[in-house]
């Protein structure tokens, strides 16, 4: 007896396609936690900006 030891995707028509994994949107985060270390160095660089020149001045 012969076995596929890949599951296939019956959805996809094209036999390449058919080898690949089902697309699966679970792992993708949400927008609002993506640019959350991008504020958070923002805020660290403005406020240390802030500091400093307030001691410069």
């Known amino acids: ?5 890949l599951l296939t995707n ?4 094209h036999p390449f396609r058919q080898k690949l994994p089902p697309f699966r949107t679970e792992h993708i985060a949400p927008a609002a936690d993506d640019d959350k270390d ?3 160095f923002v805020f660290s660089f403005t406020a240390f900006f ?8």
């Open 1 to 5: 007896m012969k076995r596929r030891i």
């Open 10 to 13: 019956e959805s996809a028509r």
């Open 38 to 40: 991008l504020k958070l």
């Open 50 to 57: 802030i500091a400093i020149y307030s001691f410069i001045g």
